[in-house]
């Protein structure tokens, strides 16, 4: 294992452990607690609880909590804190494109938890993330993804939506992640308590895992109007083959799959998507941060602004969303500077087919 000083998705400055080499983060799966689907990932530390008593789960306090401060007395008082911090200009003109086969649009930019939103009672970490998500929806933003693979994140997501205005914005998308058949409606049924939503907007197969299983449940699922569209995720380019033959084989509303300006090995797997009526979310746009080691101190070129790019994360991000198959992206970040810019990748013009080429060459180049 090596250690990166850039984030999961957004290049920030927290150190995350990572592969050395090509394996799939994803994929190196922690223990499951055989009665319930959970991993040790997912409840944060140690084997999962028994499912009726999640509500009551207290993690313990990290160092940066007071004693008269805990978690639940930090999310009740964080309105007034956040009533202060300055908003985005851009919600008005954020770009949407169609989700799903109803001719639903969502914003282009949406947002990622993994490793970014796995954090535990510090108020200050807290308060962090609840100013991102203030300033998501306050730009226009739409679309979070989480799974139960993230660890506390999808717990987070649940403290603290509440208190954030965020009315008729919010899709809510999630995943099945378990090798065991019968304890992947447990495992739903624990998301969406945490989130606490009525329903799921989008329900994926995590990385294809046991797909011909969770897709009977998924689609019980959205014939109940628990979810309302469903598909299958894979990421890191691996799995292209069998995503293919899924996407041929069922009836579908969203691919999710990796694809960025180092990564472009998707494509063919995007265009039968767009051609079979998917609607495709695209993670891993930063190719895990990595972009922005490969770019450095370097400037942005002097053209970029043709496309009304005005830092690097726009440049990426605005290479991904102008693919004409993609509906959103969903880059990870802890910090609210990092998704400002993030966000404004939604607004202004995108590049067309020829721009798309000079970005991608330019990079290249470097």
């Given at each position: 294992?090596?250690?990166?000083?850039?984030?999961?998705?957004?290049?920030?400055?927290?150190?995350?452990?990572?592969?050395?080499?090509?394996?799939?983060?994803?994929?190196?799966?922690?223990?499951?607690?055989?009665?319930?689907?959970?991993?040790?990932?997912?409840?944060?530390?140690?084997?999962?609880?028994?499912?009726?008593?999640?509500?009551?789960?207290?993690?313990?306090?990290?160092?940066?909590?007071?004693?008269?401060?805990?978690?639940?007395?930090?999310?009740?008082?964080?309105?007034?804190?956040?009533?202060?911090?300055?908003?985005?200009?851009?919600?008005?003109?954020?770009?949407?494109?169609?989700?799903?086969?109803?001719?639903?649009?969502?914003?282009?930019?949406?947002?990622?938890?993994?490793?970014?939103?796995?954090?535990?009672?510090?108020?200050?970490?807290?308060?962090?993330?609840?100013?991102?998500?203030?300033?998501?929806?306050?730009?226009?933003?739409?679309?979070?993804?989480?799974?139960?693979?993230?660890?506390?994140?999808?717990?987070?997501?649940?403290?603290?939506?509440?208190?954030?205005?965020?009315?008729?914005?919010?899709?809510?998308?999630?995943?099945?992640?378990?090798?065991?058949?019968?304890?992947?409606?447990?495992?739903?049924?624990?998301?969406?308590?945490?989130?606490?939503?009525?329903?799921f907007d989008v329900l994926l197969v995590h990385n294809l895992l046991n797909w011909r299983?969770?897709?009977?449940?998924?689609?019980?699922?959205?014939?109940?109007?628990?979810?309302?569209?469903?598909?299958?995720?894979?990421?890191?380019?691996?799995?292209?083959?069998?995503?293919?033959?899924?996407?041929?084989?069922?009836?579908?509303?969203?691919?999710?799959?990796?694809?960025?300006?180092?990564?472009?090995?998707?494509?063919?797997?995007?265009?039968?998507?767009?051609?079979?009526?998917?609607?495709?979310?695209?993670?891993?746009?930063?190719?895990?941060?990595?972009?922005?080691?490969?770019?450095?101190?370097?400037?942005?070129?002097?053209?970029?602004?043709?496309?009304d790019c005005a830092n690097w994360a726009q440049y990426f991000l605005k290479w991904v969303?102008?693919?004409?198959?993609?509906?959103?992206?969903?880059?990870?970040?802890?910090?609210?500077?990092?998704?400002?810019?993030?966000?404004?990748?939604?607004v202004g013009r995108l590049p067309d087919a020829e721009g798309r080429r000079r970005m991608?060459?330019?990079?290249?180049?470097?």
């Amino acid at each position: 294992m090596a250690w990166s000083a850039r984030g999961s998705e957004d290049g920030t400055d927290y150190l995350q452990q990572k592969p050395s080499s090509d394996q799939e983060i994803e994929d190196i799966s922690p223990p499951f607690d055989v009665a319930t689907g959970a991993s040790a990932y997912t409840m944060g530390r140690g084997s999962a609880p028994a499912a009726a008593d999640i509500p009551a789960l207290n993690f313990p306090p990290r160092r940066g909590v007071s004693a008269g401060m805990d978690r639940r007395r930090f999310v009740s008082l964080a309105p007034a804190w956040a009533a202060s911090r300055p908003l985005p200009a851009q919600a008005a003109s954020a770009a949407r494109h169609r989700l799903g086969r109803l001719g639903e649009t969502v914003p282009v930019v949406g947002l990622g938890t993994w490793l970014t939103f796995d954090v535990g009672d510090d108020a200050d970490e807290v308060a962090q993330r609840r100013e991102v998500l203030r300033r998501f929806f306050a730009a226009g933003g739409g679309l979070i993804d989480s799974s139960p693979m993230y660890g506390r994140a999808e717990r987070l997501l649940g403290e603290l939506l509440p208190s954030v205005p965020h009315a008729g914005r919010l899709v809510a998308e999630s995943k099945v992640w378990t090798p065991f058949d019968a304890l992947g409606p447990g495992q739903l049924e624990r998301s969406l308590r945490l989130w606490g939503q009525p329903r799921f907007d989008v329900l994926l197969v995590h990385n294809l895992l046991n797909w011909r299983a969770h897709l009977k449940t998924l689609r019980r699922w959205q014939e109940e109007g628990r979810v309302r569209y469903i598909g299958v995720s894979t990421s890191h380019g691996r799995k292209h083959d069998e995503a293919e033959r899924v996407l041929r084989s069922e009836r579908l509303d969203v691919l999710q799959i990796t694809y960025n300006l180092a990564d472009t090995r998707a494509e063919a797997l995007m265009a039968l998507a767009a051609d079979r009526g998917l609607a495709v979310v695209i993670n891993r746009p930063f190719d895990g941060g990595d972009l922005f080691d490969r770019v450095g101190r370097r400037p942005v070129p002097p053209w970029a602004v043709e496309f009304d790019c005005a830092n690097w994360a726009q440049y990426f991000l605005k290479w991904v969303v102008s693919h004409p198959a993609v509906s959103c992206a969903i880059p990870a970040t802890r910090r609210p500077e990092h998704l400002d810019e993030n966000m404004g990748a939604a607004v202004g013009r995108l590049p067309d087919a020829e721009g798309r080429r000079r970005m991608q060459s330019h990079l290249a180049a470097l």
